[in-house]
Every structure is written in C-alpha cells, then in structure tokens.
C-alpha cells in the first residue's frame, strides 16, 4: 500500500480530478482575464492585441482611483469605526447574561440576515430627501433646510453607514464568540489583583481577542475591496462617479461600456491588489504574533 | 506486481467515478438552466408540444413581462401565428435590458445565436452588431405598404442596407398633473420662461415641480438633447450627429442648452437628489401628486389607464412637449423623438426565412400597430391613424396629436449617438453637470474626448 501512494503515476491519477476542476474553473477564466487584459476586445467581433495600452489608461483614469480610494475608505471606516463598537458590544453583551443576552445577539444579527437588495432599498427610502424617514424625522424637530443624504459629497458617507449597520452583527457574533472563549478565572485573578475594568479590557479581553480580531480584521479588508452589491443597488456608484468601488467601477467598464478588454485590465489590477493586501495583513498578524 | 495493477485499476476507476459525478453534475446545472429558461417560456405550451413543430423559431426578447405591456402584445403575436401556423413552434426566452444586452454579447461570440431578436436602433447599439455581420438583410421593398412613418427605418439602415424594423414611436415630454397646474393657477408653458414661473410657484407652494429620474442618467442627456433642439431648431438632428462624430461642440446652441440646464436646477426645477432619484420612485413622486410634472417618454402613457395611480391624478394627465426658449429657433412642435427598441432576424439562423416571415407578420399593420394602440401600450412606428377606436385616453390622443403637427423630429438623442463607451460617458457627464462637478466645457471636452480612441 505504501509502496502503491509514493507512486508518482498514482499520486497524479488521485489528483487529477482535483486539478483539473482547478484548472478549469479557477486558472483558466484568470489566465483569460490576464490574456484580454492586453487586448481592446468589445464582446462582439474581432478583438486586436493592445499591448499595455489598457494599464497605461488605467493608471490614468481617476474614477479607478476614486474607486480605489473608496474601497480603502471603506477598509478604514470598518476597522476603525464597525469593530471597535462590534468588540465593546459583545463584551457588554458577555456581561448581560441570561434571556436579554440571546434577544440582543438576535437583534444585532437581524440586518445580516436580510438581503442585500432589500437592504439597500430600504436605505435608500430612509435617506430620500423628498420622503424619506431621515428628511421627516428632522422635518419634526424643527429642521428646514434640504438635506440630500445621496448627494455630492454625502453619498459615500451614507454609503460607510449603511455597510457598517449591514456588516456589524457578523463582526459582533465573531467577536462574542471570543468573548465567551476568554476563562472567567482570568477575570476573577485579575480582580482579587485589584484589576479595574479598563485594567481587565486592555491587559486581558484585548491580548487574549487577538486571534479573533486577526480574522475578522482581515474579513473587514477583503469585505471592503470587494464591495460591490450594495453600492451598486444604492447609488450605482453615483453621484457622478463618487461612491464607485472597484468592483462597480469593472462591472461598469465591462458590461455598461462594454470594454471588456479594459474591465478585465481592472480585474487583473483587482487580483493584484487583493493579494497584495492580504500578504501584507498576514505579515502584519504574523509579526506581532510572535 | 499484480497487486500493484489492481491498485492501479482501482485508481482509475475512482477517478472515473469522480470524473462522472462531475459530469453528472454540469448536466444537472445545465438542467436547471434550461427548467429556468423554460419558466419564462410563457405561452401555449401545452399547444406547441401537441402542435410536434417542424420549425422551431428561436426568439431572443428583451420584454421579460409577458402578461402586460409590450410583453403581451409580442407574445400574443406569437402565440397567434403558431395558431395560423401550426408546424412552427416559437420559444422565447427574455431578459430585461441591461441582462438581455450582456447575454446578446454573449451569443454573439458562440455560434448558436437565436433566430429573432431584439435590437435597438441607435448607433451605440447596432454598430457593432451589423459590422460584425450578425444580423440579416431584410428586402426594404417588403415593407412598403406597412405604413412605416418616415425615417422610422433609418436607425435600423446602414450603408443603404436594411436590418431591422422599429416597434415605436417614443416622445420625451413633460407629463403634467391638470388639476395640481389650476389649483396653483399655473398654465401649460408656452415658453421655457413660463416653465420657470412655474416652477417657483410651485416651489413656493412646496411641490416638486418636475420629477426627474436622474439615477438611469440619460433622461437628462434626452433633457440637454431637448433644450438644444430648441435653441438650433429644426435642423438639429443632423448637427447634433455631425457634432457626436467629429467631436466639433462649438455651435453655441451647446452652451445655451447647458446654461439653461444649469440655469433652470439652480431654480430647483428637478426635486432634492433627482441625482440619486431611480425610475421607479420618480415615477411615483409624480403619480402619488408630490411633483407637479414627470419629464419621460410616450411609453408611460399607460398610467392614464393604470388602475394603481390614484383616480383624480390618473384621469388628469396631460402633457406638453419642451417649451420654446427665448432667442432659440426652435419652436414647441420640435419633438424630442425617435424609434428606438425592434426587432431583426440573425444573419446565421437556421431558420431565416421562416424568421423573416415571423417577423413580417409581426409587423403586418394589423398587428403590431393595432394591439399596442389599442391596449394603450405604446405608438407604434407605422401610421395607426385607421386604428383609432374612439375609446382613447386622452393623454393617448395629445401624443399622437403632438407626432402629426411635429416640424421636426430628434431622432435618436446624442448619447445614443456614438459607441457605448462615449454612451456611458456622455450620461454620466449629464448627471455631474447637472450637480455642479462639470462645467458647460467640461461636458462638450468630455463628449469629444469619448469618441476619440
């Protein structure tokens, strides 16, 4: 039997299977993407080799670096805005114990739940200037200016909240998760130590979460550059072209404008960052980790 | 060394297994495909399957409704001939517009193209698909007792070549609330001055004065395209295309058109965030009685008849076409219209006659022509005028009233002008001048820079 695995013949029959579906579905479409990255193909007819004409406009269109832009906009907001309240929440949630814990955990959870077109549709209802839930509310308190929570300047605001409010129970339940894992002995020791709450949070909960924050910091980044849905089904990536996400930006260069070669240009610079952003994360964790 | 062979068959039967069950599995997706394709094949199957066609026509639509609207009136047509026809059996798969264009691109590269399809008239659009050779020439003699108005079949012509035929006529107008225009007093603009008097009463009375879907962008590109003919007169569809090729903005009816834009969403002409404003919501502004007017196409004429549109405001619809703009040589007969959206029968089909037929028959005046102007649906691209039953809204009959004193048509609007790259371009460039991001140079530099390689 040993002697039947370390034969190479062997070992290729029982992955051949495996590579071949990787092959086909996986490498191919990417290898394709590289090769009509190089060309001005439409969809329709003769396509010609362009060489690197595509990158060489890409590198110069600024709506693909207001995309750009954006979508590290949108890494920064949740990193720095969507997890710091995702983590206090669980731990609050840690300490309410019994009932009120599950109905708050549900609670939270709920707009994950939802989908993204109706999400999106609701939001952009609340933040209609002419009818909407945000323009009536301050209509009521007394506000009479126009407030366009979609427009110049707003939109990507409006954007960050409406992701960080979809987005949040996940992080949350991941990081109540790590809560619950955290041995309360350590929080009894600390406190027969004399250990305040702040003391506990920083020298305990904070150092012990940090595998968990690892995680869901790298999710926060890859959720953030691959943005497309609800952007897309909210401002469609306007006004103008301010709210564009990469991934909106490829869709629209690609089957909008129809420039495939150039929508695919986009998607190898996609790849590219992607990964880039991933090693430099993983680089990051790895370092501290030690 | 026995033992090793067996191994070895045993390996190569499991991955035959595996290989299998994936195999298996791409014909259970692909299954699935067809079930899904198949649901949308509305219609008398049960007829079609007892029927056991001979030819089999395949229809590519981009009317996915197939129980209202256009959607009826196409499948009724279909559904009629296979009666007339027994050994044809039709199957029609739709998808809406921007799905239906992506997958046409996709059939368009395989070898397997549907035999009737949908196409639009306008160069951003058919181009390419004539350059490619992907639809078939039709004989433009056959169609002339079919009672196409005069240059409805331009759009679908290249090089003196016929490709396809035109389903409607589309008029870009104001649609107006009646009873909202006397209770603040306001009259039908008769002038672009009047139009704005108007809008600050109705400011002042905080309603919307015009409701603008900002969100699909080209309803303000058609709005641009509008002012401009009204600053240039009659002779702007051919300047305006001129300028689409050779990227030359410099007639000053450009700037005008622009500044009167600007002039006009200064004065708050357009509701807060029309920007962002999608169809169906600008729609609604307008028909729950929050705006005033609706700035869209002859195909909404339906809501006259739509029984979800509250009474008072559905039976009180008119509608006025762009008014004249002082020292322009435009006047209010100027339409803002083309023939857009038809059919055409693919170059490679296996059926093409029998498509041609199909699609002959479409558009035979007593079909096409006749339903979609008696449900109310939409004006054809033929003359109707023997079809008026006398039953008409009267939202119907301003329109066709508006098409035969025009004394000038737009046809296709400048976005849809040139390729679809200077289409995404010139409609974006619409919204960010419209909120202040571009100015009237901008526009013109942007428009020029699109066309160019």
């Known amino acids: 039997m040993h002697k039947l695995y370390s034969n190479k013949k062997v070992i290729f029959t029982l992955m051949a299977p495996g590579l071949f579906v990787f092959a086909a579905a996986i490498l191919a479409p990417i290898l394709l993407s590289v090769y009509y990255g190089f060309t001005d193909y439409s969809g329709i007819g003769k396509s010609s080799f362009i060489g690197l004409d595509n990158y060489k406009t890409l590198f110069q269109d600024s709506v693909f670096w207001t995309a750009l832009r954006n979508s590290l906009f949108l890494a920064i907001g949740f990193i720095c805005i969507q997890h710091p309240l995702a983590m206090l929440t669980a731990i609050k949630l840690d300490k309410l114990q019994g009932k009120a814990e599950g109905l708050f955990r549900c609670i939270f959870f709920i707009p994950n739940v939802i989908s993204v077109a109706v999400i999106a549709y609701l939001w952009k209802f609340i933040y209609n200037p002419n009818f909407g839930l945000v323009t009536k509310v301050l209509k009521n308190l007394g506000f009479t200016g126009q407030l366009n929570l979609l427009g110049s300047g707003n939109a990507i605001w409006s954007v960050l909240i409406v992701l960080i409010w979809h987005g949040f129970g996940w992080g949350m339940l991941i990081y109540y998760t790590g809560v619950k894992n955290i041995d309360p002995v350590m929080y009894e020791a600390a406190s027969i130590d004399g250990a305040n709450g702040r003391d506990i949070f920083f020298h305990i909960t904070l150092p012990l979460m940090k595998p968990v924050i690892q995680v869901n910091v790298t999710m926060a980044v890859i959720a953030a550059l691959k943005q497309m849905e609800t952007v897309y089904l909210l401002t469609a990536g306007g006004p103008g072209n301010e709210t564009q996400f990469m991934a909106s930006y490829l869709y629209k260069q690609a089957f909008q404008s129809y420039k495939y070669g150039y929508g695919n240009s986009i998607s190898v610079m996609f790849i590219v960052i992607c990964l880039i952003s991933t090693v430099a994360l993983n680089r990051i964790f790895a370092e501290r980790g030690e | 060394m026995k033992k090793r062979q067996i191994g070895m068959l045993l390996c190569a039967a499991a991955a035959a297994i595996t290989l299998a069950g994936c195999g298996s599995g791409k014909t259970k997706t692909e299954d699935t495909k067809a079930g899904q394709e198949s649901s949308k094949e509305t219609g008398k199957e049960s007829s079609q399957a007892a029927a056991g066609g001979d030819v089999v026509i395949k229809v590519f639509s981009n009317l996915p409704d197939r129980t209202s609207g256009q959607g009826l009136i196409e499948q009724t047509l279909f559904d009629q001939y296979m009666e007339k026809n027994p050994n044809v059996k039709i199957q029609v798969e739709a998808l809406d517009d921007e799905s239906y264009k992506t997958k046409f691109k996709a059939y368009a590269s395989g070898s397997d193209m549907p035999d009737l399809v949908n196409a639009w008239g306008q160069p951003s659009f058919l181009d390419e698909v004539i350059d490619a050779g992907l639809l078939a020439e039709l004989n433009p003699a056959d169609y002339n007792d079919y009672g196409f108005i005069q240059g409805a079949l331009d759009g679908f012509s290249k090089d003196g070549k016929l490709y396809g035929l035109a389903r409607n006529t589309d008029v870009m107008a104001f649609y107006y609330n009646k009873s909202m225009f006397e209770k603040y007093g306001v009259k039908v603009p008769e002038t672009y001055d009047d139009l704005l008097a108007a809008v600050n009463t109705f400011k002042a009375a905080g309603v919307i004065p015009v409701s603008m879907d900002g969100s699909d962008k080209w309803p303000l590109s058609i709005y641009i395209n509008a002012l401009y003919q009204q600053y240039n007169g009659s002779t702007s569809s051919k300047e305006i295309r001129e300028a689409v090729k050779t990227g030359d903005y410099s007639n000053e009816a450009w700037t005008k058109s622009l500044d009167q834009l600007k002039k006009s969403i200064d004065a708050g002409i357009f509701q807060t965030g029309f920007e962002t404003t999608d169809y169906a919501t600008s729609m609604n502004l307008f028909t729950n009685g929050q705006a005033a007017m609706y700035y869209m196409g002859s195909w909404e004429m339906s809501m006259a008849t739509n ?147």
């Open chain 2, 307 to 453: 029984e979800n549109i509250p009474e008072e405001i559905r039976n009180n619809i008119g509608v006025f076409n762009m008014p004249a703009v002082e020292g322009g040589k435009g006047t209010k007969t100027d339409l803002t219209a083309w023939n857009g959206g038809g059919h055409a029968v693919t170059a490679n089909s296996k059926v093409k006659a029998e498509a041609i037929k199909l699609l002959n028959y479409m558009y035979q005046p007593e079909n096409w022509s006749k339903l979609c102007w008696e449900k109310g649906v939409c004006m054809s691209a033929q003359n109707f005028s023997q079809y008026l039953t006398g039953k008409e809204t009267a939202l119907q009959l301003e329109f066709v009233d508006k098409v035969n004193n025009a004394t000038s048509i737009s046809g296709v609007t400048f976005n849809d002008l040139g390729t679809n790259q200077f289409k995404t371009v010139s409609e974006d460039a619409s919204v960010e001048f419209a909120i202040g991001q571009l100015t009237a140079k901008d526009f013109t530099d942007k428009l020029a820079g699109a066309m160019k390689k």
